[in-house]
């Protein structure tokens, strides 16, 4: 979606920048909290709207307010939903960082036919007949800066479970929640925590043996698509890891990307190998 004060549409959209209704202002005030400890945003949006058809729609739930939001860092681009005339969002962990772009917003729920709000400019003095999705009002963008903190280690956005359905040798994993779920056989599962809780040489073994084929694995799923992940807790560090890995998420090599992620695993697997020698 592209939005700005240079879109021109079909129908009627009130503005503070357009003449396409007269008599009515829209004004929107945005503040928000971040949350160091959990890495989140929540962002209150408060709207003075004065537009009665348009304020009509939306009590009778034909037409919503939310915001454009936009961010490079992450990746995000989401129309939002939020209360009116005032609401708070909640984001996910991790999912906004460095700047923020966001877009007040008025758009259909549902078909209006003959939309003709009062005021309206002669060029639509014919109605208009709405879409679900289409913009009904725009405030101007704003833009925050939300501060990037460090980022997570790679093995915090992953568990590591028992499953009973594997045979010896095998693991699966799942990204299909909040953190990245490695699935292996009961054995399996009490060596590799018991080599997690011991010295820096078996940690670097896991580090290779399991880390790096499992984030071979997430790079050849996220090139297929990564709105799909969006949604899960683990995707916004790990996203914001390979921003700034220089991963390119689209083409990824998948061997040498890994690498750059974990921060060059074999290096520390060498070290100790030349410690014994």
Same mark, same amino acid.
């Given at each position: 979606?592209k939005?700005?004060? &240079?879109?021109?549409? #079909?129908?009627?959209? +009130? *503005?503070p920048?357009?003449?396409?209704?007269?008599g009515? !202002?829209?004004?929107t005030?945005?503040n928000?909290?971040?949350?160091d400890?959990?890495?989140?945003?929540?962002i209150?949006?408060?709207?003075?709207?004065?537009q009665?058809?348009?304020?009509?729609l939306?009590?009778?739930?034909?037409?919503?307010?939310?915001?454009?939001?936009?961010?490079?860092?992450?990746?995000?681009?989401?129309?939002?939903?939020i209360?009116?005339p005032?609401?708070?969002?909640?984001?996910a962990?991790?999912?906004?960082?460095?700047?923020?772009?966001?877009?007040?917003?008025?758009w259909?729920?549902?078909?209006?036919?003959?939309?003709?709000?009062?005021?309206?400019?002669?060029?639509?003095?014919?109605? &208009?007949n709405?879409? #679900?999705?289409?913009? +009904? *009002?725009?405030?101007?963008?704003?833009?925050?800066?939300? !501060?990037?903190?460090?980022?997570?280690?790679?093995?915090?956005?992953?568990?590591?479970?028992?499953?009973?359905?594997?045979?010896?040798?095998?693991?699966e994993?799942d990204?299909?929640?909040?953190r990245?779920?490695?699935?292996?056989?009961?054995?399996?599962y009490?060596?590799?925590?018991a080599?997690?809780?011991?010295?820096?040489?078996?940690?670097?073994?896991?580090?290779?043996?399991?880390?790096m084929?499992?984030?071979?694995?997430?790079?050849?799923?996220?090139?297929?698509?990564?709105?799909?992940?969006?949604?899960?807790?683990?995707?916004?560090?790990?996203?914001?890891?390979?921003?700034?890995?220089?991963?390119?998420l689209?083409?990824?090599?998948l061997?040498?990307?890994?690498?750059k992620?974990?921060?060059?695993?074999?290096?520390?697997?060498?070290?100790?190998?030349?410690?014994?020698?």
């Open positions: 979606m939005i700005s004060e &240079s879109t021109s549409y #079909p129908h009627p959209v +009130l *503005a920048w357009s003449d396409d209704i007269g009515a !202002t829209i004004e005030t945005i928000f909290r971040e949350d400890e959990n890495n989140q945003v929540s209150h949006c408060e709207m003075r709207l004065d009665p058809d348009i304020v009509a939306i009590n009778s739930g034909a037409a919503c307010f939310g915001c454009y939001v936009r961010c490079q860092e992450t990746g995000m681009r989401r129309l939002q939903r209360g009116f005032a609401g708070t969002h909640d984001f962990s991790g999912a906004l960082l460095g700047r923020v772009q966001i877009r007040p917003v008025v259909a729920i549902s078909s209006i036919s003959g939309y003709k709000p009062t005021g309206v400019h002669s060029e639509f003095s014919a109605g &208009s709405i879409q #679900p999705g289409q913009i +009904l *009002a725009l405030d101007f963008e704003q833009v925050i800066e939300v !501060t990037r903190p460090p980022l997570a280690s790679v093995e915090s956005i992953f568990e590591i479970v028992a499953a009973e359905d594997l045979d010896e040798g095998e693991f994993i990204t299909d929640a909040d990245i779920t490695v699935r292996m056989p009961e054995a399996t009490q060596l590799v925590q080599l997690r809780q011991t010295d820096a040489r078996s940690r670097a073994t896991i580090m290779n043996a399991l880390y084929p499992i984030v071979m694995d997430v790079l050849d799923q996220l090139r297929e698509d990564t709105s799909q992940f969006e949604q899960y807790r683990w995707f916004h560090p790990f996203y914001a890891r390979c921003q700034l890995c220089d991963v390119n689209e083409q990824p090599d061997m040498n990307d890994a690498q992620l974990l921060d060059k695993p074999f290096t520390s697997l060498r070290v100790l190998v030349d410690e014994e020698a």
